[in-house]
C-alpha cells in the first residue's frame, strides 16, 4: 500500500463494562434457570444499547476546516510543574485508561471464588500482557500468601522414588540457578460459551482467558534431580496447590525432561501477583492453565497418572458419542483478530491495520492467514518479531475498507503443519455439547454501519 494511501479509519474502542449491578443479577437468575438463549441475549442488548453512544464518544475530534485549538492554544501541562518524582510508589495507568481492566462474565459461575476474569485482549498491543490484566482462574478465591511461611515439599509415592524427599523455603527457591521465558497460558474453557453458537458479543469474553507473560523460575527438572528421583519408574508427577480447593494435576515425565516446567515465582520481571500463585507457581507451557498449579506446595513423584478429581470429572471433553476424552491438556493451533473485533466501531471508510494473536501448544506459528470475505480469500499476514515457541505471536495485515459489509477471519498454522479448523470442522469431530478446547476460528461482521459483531458461519 502506498504512503498516500494510509488515510485511516477512526475506531472506537469496544465497550468495556456494559451490563450494570441489577442486569448482572438478572442474568445470574436466569442462568441458574438454565436459560443460556438470555444469558446471550442480555449481552447482545446491553452492547446494542452502548454502540450508538460509543460512536459519539469521540472527544475534541480535529476540526475538518482546521485551526485545531488542541494545537493553537496550550494546554495545563505545557505552561506548569507536574507532579514529583515518585508520588506513587508502584506506577498505576492514566486515568484516562481506567476502562482497560479484566472483568468477570455475568452468568457463567456461581460463585465469584469460583470464577474467571477475562483480559481485554482488544486493548492490548504486542505479546505481553500486563500482570495486573491477567486472566484469572480460580477454584476457591486467591490469597495473600506470606512467602517466609511457605513450603514446596517433593515427595515420592513411594519410599524408592526419591532418594531424599525434601522441602525447600521460597528463599532457597529463589537462590538456585533462574531461567526467563516467554509463555502464553489459556484456561482449557477459553471459547467454551461459543461451542454451539455466538454467546457473547466482545474480544475479551470470546477468548479472554488469555495471557503471555516473562515467567523466572527454576526448572523442576533440576529440583527432582536434586532430590535423586528415579526418571526410569517415575514417569509423572502430580502438582498440588495451597487454596482451598487443594488443586492437583497430573504432569507426564516427558515435558518435565525437557527443562520447560518451571516453578515459577517471577512475571514480568517482579514476583508473581497473588492472584496469579505468589509466591510459588507451576509453568507448564503449552498444556492447559489449569495444570499451571497455583500457590505450589508439593510434587510427588510416581509412576503412574494420578487420576484426580479435576483430571477425571472435570476439564474433560465431552465427545459426540457421549464418551469423555481425559488428559487431553494440550491447547491447539489457535488464533483471533483484536482489531477489528465485536464491540468495536469503524467510523470511516480507509485504512486500517488489522491485527490479532496467534498461539500455539505444540510449538511456534509457522503462518497466519486473513480473510475480510469469510474465508473465500486468504492474505498471508506479517508476524512481528518475536516469534517465540508457545508464546503469543501478534500479526498485522494492511486493509482498506471500502464501506461495505465484510467477515474478517483468521487462520493460524504452526510449525507442526497443524492449521486451525473452521468451527464446522472442529464440530465434524467434536459435537457441539463440549466446553474444553474450543480452537475453531473466530468470524467477526463489519456491518455497513460499521460496527462490528460476533458471527459464526454455518
Not at 468495556?16 to 442462568?31: L, M, Y
Not at 479484566?102 to 500482557?129: K, N
Not at 461459543?194 to 477468548?207: D, F, I, K, R
Request: with cysteine; proline share 6%; glycine share 10%.
Amino acid at each position: 500500500m502506498a504512503p498516500h494511501d494510509r488515510r485511516s479509519g477512526r475506531l472506537v474502542k469496544a465497550p468495556e463494562h456494559f451490563i450494570d449491578a441489577q442486569g448482572v443479577q438478572a442474568v445470574f437468575g436466569e442462568a441458574r434457570k438454565g436459560r443460556r438463549d438470555f444469558v446471550r441475549g442480555a449481552f447482545a442488548a446491553a452492547l446494542a444499547a452502548t454502540a450508538g453512544s460509543a460512536a459519539r464518544a469521540q472527544a475534541h475530534p480535529p476540526p475538518a476546516d482546521g485551526g485545531d485549538p488542541n494545537i493553537l492554544e496550550l494546554p495545563p501541562h505545557s505552561k506548569g510543574l507536574g507532579q514529583p518524582v515518585a508520588t506513587q510508589g508502584y506506577g498505576l495507568p492514566s486515568q484516562y485508561e481506567h476502562n482497560v481492566q479484566r472483568r468477570p462474565s455475568p452468568g457463567l459461575t456461581q460463585t465469584r471464588q469460583a470464577s474467571v476474569s477475562f483480559a481485554p485482549l482488544q486493548s492490548l498491543f504486542g505479546i505481553v500482557t500486563p500482570s495486573g490484566l491477567h486472566f484469572e482462574r480460580h477454584h476457591q478465591g486467591w490469597w495473600d500468601v506470606d512467602p517466609s511461611k511457605h513450603r514446596l515439599m517433593l515427595t515420592g509415592a513411594d519410599d524408592k522414588m526419591l532418594r531424599q524427599p525434601m522441602v525447600f523455603t521460597v528463599d532457597e527457591i529463589m537462590r538456585l540457578p533462574s531461567v526467563s521465558r516467554f509463555h502464553f497460558i489459556e484456561c482449557g474453557a477459553n471459547t467454551g460459551m461459543e461451542w454451539g453458537n455466538v454467546a457473547v458479543p466482545t474480544c475479551q469474553y470470546t477468548h479472554g482467558m488469555l495471557s503471555c507473560s516473562e515467567f523466572t523460575g527454576v526448572p523442576l527438572r533440576l529440583l527432582l534431580e536434586m532430590a535423586g528421583a528415579d526418571f526410569k519408574r517415575g514417569r509423572y508427577v502430580l502438582a498440588e496447590g495451597a487454596d482451598g480447593s487443594s488443586m492437583t494435576r497430573t504432569i507426564p515425565m516427558e515435558l518435565v525432561e525437557s527443562g520447560e516446567v518451571l516453578v515459577a515465582y517471577g512475571q514480568n520481571g517482579e514476583m508473581l501477583r497473588p492472584e496469579n500463585g505468589y509466591p510459588l507457581r507451576l509453568v507448564v507451557p503449552g498444556v492447559q492453565g489449569v495444570s499451571w498449579v497455583k500457590y505450589l506446595r508439593r510434587i510427588e513423584l510416581g509412576d503412574q497418572p494420578y487420576a484426580t478429581k479435576d483430571e477425571t470429572v472435570h476439564y474433560i471433553d465431552l465427545m459426540p458419542d457421549g464418551q469423555h476424552r481425559q488428559y487431553s491438556s494440550l491447547q491447539e493451533c489457535k488464533s483471533v483478530i483484536t482489531t477489528p473485533s465485536g464491540g468495536q466501531v469503524l467510523l470511516d471508510k480507509g485504512y486500517y491495520q488489522i491485527s490479532g494473536l496467534a498461539w500455539s501448544g505444540r510449538g511456534k506459528v509457522k503462518r497466519v492467514d486473513v480473510s475480510v470475505d469469510g474465508g473465500r480469500n486468504w492474505r498471508t499476514a506479517q508476524l512481528q518479531e518475536p516469534v517465540m515457541s508457545k508464546c503469543l505471536t501478534r500479526f498485522t495485515l494492511d486493509w482498506t475498507w471500502d464501506g461495505k459489509p465484510a467477515l474478517v477471519q483468521s487462520r493460524a498454522i504452526d510449525d507442526t503443519g497443524y492449521v486451525q479448523p473452521s468451527y464446522r470442522q472442529l464440530r465434524a469431530v467434536r459435537g457441539t455439547r463440549s466446553i474444553y478446547h474450543n480452537n475453531a476460528i473466530q468470524s467477526w461482521l463489519v456491518q455497513e454501519s460499521g460496527e462490528v459483531k460476533n458471527v459464526q458461519l454455518a
